[in-house]
């Protein structure tokens, strides 16, 4: 099938699905969240950076097992609706168009602020509107766009681990694992670097646009969980084995100062303009997902009708695209969101959350529930070892999100009365 009436046409193979999973993880996450991670947990960040990985593979299992069951856009909206019922179903896009759209804006932002630092807000709204574009003419320009960032971040990540281990002025004994902060400290740097490997379930929200979904998801959520992972363990390497623990924490821009601290510095500026692509490929497939979880969730009426709207021509729900773009652009012009990141990460977990519990459901034997009891356990804890901040604003998010679903059930059931 290729599209229906109101459907989204089937263009992506498996290679296309698992660039957009790689544009949304291989980001923005990886120039910018070693730092805080860092002084988290100290010499305990590859531990963290273990925790993250595991807890995103069971998430990506579970996910991916759905999204094969499921093949239809709105990932985990969908997935807790079907198997759980409507309300876990609403609670998960709630948190995802919530959390992701903050993380749109800020991700338009670390744009701004490596192209043009000072004039932040307004290459963050160019840069929403350009991408908007993109995605408004067809899921097959993203994908096309998609891969070139991958293969410009890609190749400067890998110019900066070859330059600094073969620096002579990386140490192996800063790579030592440490609990200097204890082991609350390594699950709050999880946490943080989980942000950046959430991308994973752009491919599950464009299920209804994968070719075989069944046979195409599950094999392109591993992969490309899998090769982010060992870019981000040989990054983490580079970047420790230069600065260590303590420079790494304290770093503004962690692999700018670690080509830096390598006697690299004519390398600097190539690093910054990497970030900024690689943050124009997160907030390419950022809108992507909010956009499609729209879409289902206003097919469903929990958002206005009029957004579930498909173009006839470009197959694409374009007024969930506008949408999420307008109310990104109007974040991304008066709000500086970069301490939103928190909050986003929380809003993230209790997505994930309810897609393992989703998935626990598919199957009774022990075995099969295994990975889905261990990502929820995963996600909860991570979840609430994030700053308290950052806890109790994603918290009360989430509460006003179950009010107004509430307050929605009690006024259609007084009407039908």
């Given at each position: 099938m290729t599209s229906t009436g109101t459907g989204l046409r089937r263009t992506l193979g498996v290679r296309d699905a698992v660039v957009v999973g790689l544009g949304s993880m291989i980001g923005a996450g990886v120039f910018s969240a070693l730092g805080p991670a860092a002084r988290a947990a100290g010499t305990g960040l590859l531990l963290g950076l273990a925790v993250a990985a595991a807890v995103a593979y069971c998430n990506a299992m579970s996910s991916a097992r759905l999204a094969a069951r499921y093949p239809a856009s709105g990932g985990t909206y969908v997935y807790g609706r079907e198997r759980l019922g409507p309300f876990w179903g609403y609670l998960a896009g709630w948190a995802f168009v919530v959390g992701k759209t903050a993380s749109c804006a800020a991700m338009a932002l670390t744009v701004g602020s490596y192209v043009w630092p000072g004039h932040e807000h307004v290459v963050a709204v160019a840069a929403v509107v350009v991408l908007t574009a993109v995605n408004y003419g067809g899921i097959q320009k993203s994908a096309w766009l998609t891969r070139v960032i991958v293969a410009v971040v890609l190749a400067v990540l890998a110019a900066v681990v070859v330059l600094c281990l073969a620096s002579g002025r990386a140490d192996a004994g800063r790579l030592d694992v440490g609990l200097p902060s204890g082991v609350g400290g390594v699950l709050?740097?999880?946490?943080?670097?989980?942000?950046?490997?959430?991308?994973?379930?752009?491919?599950?929200?464009?299920?209804?646009?994968?070719?075989?979904?069944?046979?195409?998801?599950?094999?392109?959520?591993?992969?490309?969980?899998?090769?982010?992972?060992?870019?981000?363990?040989?990054?983490?390497?580079?970047?420790?084995?230069?600065?260590?623990?303590?420079?790494?924490?304290?770093?503004?821009?962690?692999?700018?100062?670690?080509?830096?601290?390598?006697?690299?510095?004519?390398?600097?500026?190539?690093?910054?303009?990497?970030?900024?692509?690689?943050?124009?490929?997160?907030?390419?497939?950022?809108?992507?997902?909010?956009?499609?979880?729209?879409?289902?969730?206003?097919?469903?009426?929990?958002?206005?009708?009029?957004?579930?709207?498909?173009?006839?021509?470009?197959?694409?729900?374009?007024?969930?695209?506008?949408?999420?773009?307008?109310?990104?652009?109007?974040?991304?012009?008066?709000?500086?969101?970069?301490?939103?990141?928190?909050?986003?990460?929380?809003?993230?977990?209790?997505?994930?959350?309810?897609?393992?519990?989703?998935?626990?459901?598919?199957?009774?034997?022990?075995?099969?529930?295994?990975?889905?009891?261990?990502?929820?356990?995963?996600?909860?804890?991570?979840?609430?070892?994030?700053?308290?901040?950052?806890?109790?604003?994603?918290a009360g998010v989430l509460a006003v999100g179950v009010a107004a679903y509430g307050v929605r059930r009690w006024w259609g059931g007084r009407n039908a009365a």
């Open positions: 709050q740097a999880a946490g943080l670097l989980f942000f950046a490997f959430a991308g994973y379930a752009r491919i599950a929200t464009l299920g209804e646009e994968v070719r075989d979904p069944a046979r195409t998801i599950p094999r392109a959520i591993p992969l490309a969980l899998g090769i982010t992972l060992v870019v981000y363990v040989a990054v983490a390497v580079a970047a420790l084995g230069v600065l260590g623990a303590g420079r790494l924490g304290h770093a503004a821009a962690p692999l700018a100062d670690a080509v830096r601290a390598a006697g690299v510095p004519s390398l600097v500026p190539v690093v910054r303009a990497g970030a900024a692509v690689a943050a124009l490929g997160s907030l390419l497939a950022l809108i992507l997902g909010v956009s499609r979880t729209t879409l289902a969730m206003a097919r469903d009426r929990h958002l206005p009708a009029a957004l579930a709207a498909v173009h006839p021509r470009f197959q694409v729900p374009h007024r969930a695209e506008l949408a999420v773009g307008a109310v990104v652009a109007v974040l991304a012009a008066t709000v500086d969101l970069r301490g939103a990141i928190g909050f986003s990460s929380f809003g993230v977990l209790a997505y994930y959350a309810v897609a393992n519990a989703s998935a626990w459901t598919l199957d009774p034997a022990p075995r099969a529930r295994l990975v889905p009891a261990v990502g929820l356990l995963g996600c909860a804890t991570l979840a609430f070892a994030l700053p308290a901040l950052s806890v109790a604003t994603g």
